[in-house]
């Protein structure tokens, strides 16, 4: 009986609590990482009880998921949209790997200057689930970013026809390494603080600071991996 009060009375106000919980668990997920946040923690810092959580996510691993899809998914989803918007703008014409860029930096950026969608202390929790080992974050990362990503590199593949997919893909890993690293890490967040008031105004200058650097890396001539792979064959033996 008490369980279907909870129920009822959760049910009669679940966009406030949900947000509640979300929130209380962004920020102590974001300073302590999954492991060392405890539900108990959440649920004092929301000022809600434990079947409410139970209610809205049903376990902490659950909760963690919620947390990441409130706002991985609306930033993925403009980013496909603005890729697509770029590409029309291109067409027929395959669109140029600086402008590729583009459409998969500005969102983030813009969701880091934004606190209503969670801001840089997002960024920093996704740059702690990203060096986490627990599987299921690895496995969720990895599946939330799955249809962003391929849409992203059958873009890179038209601009870049040369480049072979298996290479293509790990430049793609090393690109999102470079991106989290900019939007996430604390260094970079000083960095970007430290630009001029002007500078701050306008997101592209921000890009064309990184852009360059991963130009590069996108367009450099594919490495001869035989040397090292006979190598690495020779010592396993």
Known sequence: MDGMVIRMAEASRPPVTKERILDAAEALFMEHGFEATSLRAITAAAG?????????????EELFQAVLTRRLDPMNQERV????RLEQEAAPEPLPCDRILAAMFMPALKLARDPERGGKDFLRLLGRAYADPAPFIRKFLAEQYAVMIARFKSAFGRALPDLPPKELSWRLHFIMGALSYTLAG???LRLIAELTPAETANDELLLHRLAPF?????QSPVPDLSDAARALDRGSR
Do not use: I
Request: proline share 0%; no cysteine; charged share 10%.
């Open 48 to 60: 809600v009880n434990l079947a409410a959580v139970n209610y809205h996510f049903g376990s902490k």
């Open 81 to 84: 949209d603005l890729l697509t």
């Open 214 to 218: 991963l130009l590069a890396g996108l």
């Open 186 to 188: 604390t260094d970079a």
